[in-house]
Structure formats: structure tokens, C-alpha cells
């Protein structure tokens, strides 16, 4: 029996770096290393933040960040500032598009900076990358590959909106020996301290993260310390006239580092630890879909291939005329037990071509034993959607999952679903032979 994780015999890294606050550090003169100046910002001396709304929607594959801020030409003058956002460093080079000096963002951009914009009063602006000097001595430099520079021009005493976006990978680290995998935690970085370059204190500002597709429990601010409370699912932090510091820049944990056994474990179970929760998963289910799409030769899109546990080459599609809206699974473990999670691989997994040709899972029904429901989203990623099971702690004897909305594949319109396994938790950590 296999895991959704492809195997390898080395360790594998894999870090998609992410933005943050917009604006810069003063050098107090420029930095050269070879032919690379390092970046200074202009003016922004003059310009304060009276206003910044930070929102941060933390996906199961990226994070999707809208910055709002509202500025004012401090000065009885015609001012044009220039400021960066600094971008992470990565130790993948290939996450990288080649983009050379002055070439503007949306003609080549990181790849890890997919989509991202800035407007001033409603009117987009560009954005060009430079490069950040290697190696710097300076520790707010650290980790910084280089910047995204925008020029915005303000009239004497003016007031103006400023809007940016962006959706920022989180960084990955993974390996797998035999068929034993870990996926390290996935993190949000944000460097608040790069505003200090404006004009006195941030007059007041607003930081909400927002869990989307995510289990809310396993959403965790590790910096900075006693600032956000919690409100809902989300996590808020309000303030007023700060200077923000390198102690205020964010660190958020949207999921927690998993680790799979295949091997070593003494009945040939598959454990899972997430975070701090051990439990052990299974494809030990009877199931029955509500259609089916027709096979087309030997390839079968019956609902037993949701048994599939390896990178998925097959899948369940459903069969009747339309995106799938309405259709259902139910499954029927063989052996009831109170269920921690269940584990699904949206869409058609097989490769990221046929993933995007057919429609996947946008919002579902949960049924247990037919009298404890909820609704589960899941984000539109080539990625497998954690469902946790919350207050409700009765042995399940069915699931039915009822799809309610889907995102449209752009080429067929089958609802596809390539692997669910059912995650049953575990008291202690159990006892794993290492593998040899």
C-alpha cells in the first residue's frame, strides 16, 4: 500500500519564498557587490501610512495577500517616492524566472510572486525587479534575493490609496526514504519593519489571517508574540502608531509538519503524525457514488479508484451532464471508529494538465452516519485537502460527501476525485522500526 508521496532516496528541498510590507531600508549610502547596486528607497521620508489593512488568506498550497494602505505627502510639495517590496531569497534557483534590471514584474516575475499587483488611487502602477548585493553584513538584508520597485508621485499634502496583491507559495521542505515521507510545515512570512523607511509612525493599522481551505485549529502565529487575538477562525492584530521593528515581522504556520510510515510499522500500517497528532489512515471502505462517468477502453473511472494512496493515475469521475454540482460519494468503513480527518485528493491527479482539464471540488456536504453535518472548502491546488473531523466523536459507520460547488475544468466538465483515505486517531505515538 503506497502514500500520496512520490518516492525518492535523497532528500528533496524546495522553498518558494514570499513577500512582504512594502517600502525598504535606508542603507545611508549605496551598496555595491560586482555589477549588483543595492536598492535605496527615495523620498519615502516624506510619506507616511496613515492607515494599513493587511489580509492574509492562508491556503493549503499559498497565501493569498491584499495590502491596503492609505499614504500622505507630509510635505507642501510635489514628491515622487520610490519603494520596494524585498522578496525571500530561495534555495531552489528555479524558482526563479530569469528577469534582469528594470524589466517590469508582469512581463517576468518570480514564480513564487504569481499575480502580483499595485495600484495607486485606483490606477495600476509598475513594478520592476532589482537584485539585492550578496553577501551583506547588514542582518535586515538577510534572506533577501531582491525587490520589486514601484515610483508613486503625490501632489503637496495629498491623501492617496494605495492597493497591492499577490499570491506567495510557502516555503517546502520534503524527503522520503522507502516509503516513509515528510512534508515540512508550511510558513507565511511578512516583513512589517520594511515601512519604518516612511514618515513617522504607521498610524493605524489592521493584520487578519484567515484560514481558507485549512483546518482553523492548526492555523498558528509563531511571530510576533502576544499581538493577535482571536477572533472566529481568523487570527487579528490591531494597532495604532507603530514604527515597526524587526521584532513585528510575521511568521505564520499555516499547517504543521507531516510525517508518513509505511515502513517499519508492525502490522503494516500507514501512521501519520501532524504536528503533534498521531494517527493512522486507511482505505478500509465500501463505497457507492451516486453516477459514474462510462469507461473509455481500459481506463475506468469507477469509485474504487478513490482507494488509489500513490500520486493517483486514476480517478472517480462523475457521470452525469454538467460540472458535477449535486453528485455525492458515500463511503462505509469496514471496521467503525470515531474519525480524526479524512484525506482527499481533489480533481484528476495524474498530472497538473489533466488536474486543470477537469472540474474538482470547490465546497462540500460531510454526512456522518447520516445526523452530524458540515461544510468543507478546498482550494483549487494540485494538492491533497486535509477535512479534520471536529465534536463529533461517534464511531462512524457512513460518509456521504455531497459536492455543492465546483471549479470548472477548462476542458470537460466531469467533477473528478482521485483518492480519499480515512484518518482514525491514536493516543500515543506508536512504535516505528527504522527503516534499513
Same mark, same amino acid.
Given at each position: 500500500m503506497q502514500t500520496f508521496f512520490p518516492i525518492v532516496l535523497a532528500a528533496v528541498f524546495l522553498v518558494q519564498p514570499v513577500l512582504a510590507n512594502g517600502g525598504g531600508y535606508f542603507r !545611508?549610502?549605496?551598496?555595491?557587490?560586482?555589477?549588483?547596486?543595492?536598492?535605496?528607497? #527615495?523620498?519615502?521620508?516624506?510619506?507616511?501610512?496613515?492607515?494599513?489593512?493587511?489580509?492574509?488568506?492562508?491556503?493549503?498550497?499559498?497565501?493569498?495577500?491584499?495590502?491596503?494602505?492609505?499614504?500622505?505627502?507630509?510635505?507642501? #510639495?510635489?514628491?515622487?517616492?520610490?519603494?520596494?517590496?524585498?522578496?525571500?531569497?530561495?534555495?531552489?534557483?528555479?524558482?526563479?524566472?530569469?528577469? !534582469?534590471?528594470?524589466?517590469?514584474?508582469?512581463?517576468?516575475?518570480?514564480?513564487?510572486?504569481?499575480?502580483?499587483?499595485?495600484?495607486?488611487? !485606483?490606477?495600476?502602477?509598475?513594478?520592476?525587479?532589482?537584485?539585492?548585493?550578496?553577501?551583506?553584513?547588514?542582518?535586515?538584508?538577510?534572506?533577501?534575493?531582491?525587490?520589486?520597485?514601484?515610483?508613486?508621485?503625490?501632489?503637496? !499634502?495629498?491623501?492617496?490609496?494605495?492597493?497591492?496583491?499577490?499570491?506567495?507559495?510557502?516555503?517546502?521542505?520534503?524527503?522520503?526514504?522507502?516509503?516513509n515521507s515528510s512534508t515540512g510545515s508550511s510558513q507565511f512570512k511578512y516583513r512589517l519593519s520594511t515601512a519604518a523607511c516612511w514618515a513617522g509612525t504607521i498610524g493605524s493599522g489592521k493584520i487578519t489571517l484567515k484560514p481558507n481551505g485549512i483546518p482553523a485549529s492548526e492555523?498558528?502565529?509563531?511571530?510576533?508574540?502576544?499581538?493577535?487575538?482571536?477572533?472566529?477562525?481568523?487570527?487579528?492584530?490591531?494597532?495604532?502608531?507603530?514604527?515597526?521593528?524587526?521584532?513585528?515581522?510575521?511568521e505564520i504556520e499555516a499547517s504543521p509538519q507531516i510525517l508518513t510510515y509505511e515502513h517499519g510499522t508492525p502490522d503494516g500500517s500507514i501512521y501519520v503524525s501532524r504536528g503533534d497528532k498521531w494517527s493512522i489512515c486507511h482505505v478500509n471502505y465500501g463505497i457507492k457514488a451516486s453516477s459514474t462517468l462510462p469507461a473509455e477502453g481500459e481506463i475506468s473511472y469507477a469509485a474504487e479508484n478513490l482507494k488509489s494512496l500513490w500520486s493517483p493515475d486514476t480517478a472517480w469521475c462523475e457521470g452525469v451532464k454538467g460540472a458535477g454540482t449535486g453528485e455525492w460519494i458515500e463511503l462505509a468503513p469496514e471496521v467503525p471508529k470515531p474519525l480524526a480527518a479524512i484525506e482527499m485528493a481533489p480533481g484528476y491527479f495524474k498530472s497538473e494538465e489533466l488536474f486543470e482539464a477537469n472540474a474538482r471540488p470547490k465546497k462540500l456536504l460531510v454526512e456522518l452516519n447520516g445526523e452530524h453535518s458540515f461544510t468543507a472548502t478546498v482550494q483549487d491546488a494540485r494538492v491533497t485537502c486535509h477535512i479534520p473531523i471536529l465534536g463529533y466523536a461517534k464511531p462512524v459507520k457512513t460518509i456521504r460527501m455531497t459536492f455543492q460547488e465546483v471549479w470548472p475544468g477548462k476542458k470537460y466538465e466531469d467533477l473528478c476525485v482521485s483518492a480519499i483515505r480515512l484518518h482514525v486517531s491514536l493516543d500515543k505515538e506508536p512504535k516505528i522500526q527504522p527503516v534499513r
Open positions: !545611508g549610502g549605496v551598496e555595491t557587490v560586482g555589477d549588483v547596486v543595492g536598492f535605496e528607497p #527615495k523620498e519615502t521620508e516624506k510619506i507616511r501610512i496613515l492607515d494599513e489593512k493587511l489580509t492574509v488568506e492562508l491556503g493549503a498550497a499559498a497565501a493569498d495577500v491584499e495590502v491596503r494602505y492609505l499614504m500622505r505627502n507630509e510635505t507642501d #510639495k510635489k514628491v515622487k517616492v520610490r519603494f520596494g517590496f524585498p522578496v525571500e531569497e530561495s534555495f531552489d534557483s528555479n524558482d526563479f524566472e530569469p528577469v !534582469g534590471e528594470g524589466i517590469p514584474v508582469n512581463a517576468k516575475q518570480p514564480k513564487y510572486c504569481q499575480n502580483y499587483s499595485i495600484a495607486a488611487s !485606483g490606477k495600476p502602477v509598475d513594478s520592476k525587479w532589482q537584485a539585492e548585493p550578496k553577501p551583506s553584513e547588514d542582518k535586515r538584508f538577510k534572506g533577501i534575493a531582491g525587490w520589486l520597485v514601484s515610483e508613486i508621485t503625490f501632489t503637496a !499634502g495629498e491623501e492617496k490609496p494605495v492597493l497591492i496583491r499577490f499570491r506567495s507559495a510557502y516555503p517546502e521542505e520534503s524527503w522520503s526514504v522507502s516509503d492555523l498558528k502565529v509563531l511571530k510576533p508574540v502576544n499581538r493577535f487575538r482571536k477572533d472566529g477562525d481568523s487570527w487579528i492584530w490591531d494597532f495604532e502608531n507603530l514604527k515597526p521593528t524587526m521584532a513585528d515581522d510575521l
